[in-house]
């Protein structure tokens, strides 16, 4: 059964850093494209970042183009989001997907992705 499970959210002060982990179990990382996504209460979730099944190239939001970098480590099926400089507006909740087709330019829509993990809560604040 394919999973994937995030971990290393939680609270942390503006300026501060973070690196999330997503966990994948039941399939070969290696073939599937990786998306991060976040939703903050009352709001749509919204794509921040997106690394290709090669981990030849990734893609982010506007909003954290500089700050964050994903990364992803085939070997231990998990792929990584290391977030710095973080804002207050970076709160919310983090979620990882997978797909088996690689979306491309949509990369960043989480309409491409089937397959979800429950979240990790992030907190930005004083």
């Known amino acids: 059964q394919l999973q994937l499970v995030e971990s290393g959210g939680g609270l942390v002060q503006p300026g501060g850093s973070l690196r999330l982990s997503c966990a994948t179990s039941?399939?070969?990382?290696?073939?599937?494209?990786i998306g991060w996504f976040r939703q903050a209460p009352g709001k749509e979730r919204e794509g921040v970042s997106y690394?290709?099944?090669?981990?030849?190239?990734?893609k982010y939001a506007d909003s954290v183009k500089g700050r964050f970098t994903i990364s992803r480590d085939n070997a231990k099926n998990t792929v990584y989001l290391q977030m710095n400089s973080l804002k207050p507006e970076d709160t919310g909740i983090y979620y990882c997907?997978?797909?088996?087709?690689?979306?491309?330019?949509?990369?960043?829509?989480?309409?491409?992705?089937?397959?979800w993990g429950q979240g990790t809560q992030v907190t930005v604040s004083l």
């Open positions: 997907a997978a797909d088996l087709t690689d979306p491309g330019v949509w990369g960043l829509s989480p309409y491409e992705y089937h397959h």
């Open positions: 039941g399939f070969s990382l290696a073939h599937y494209a």
């Open positions: 690394i290709r099944n090669s981990g030849g190239s990734s």
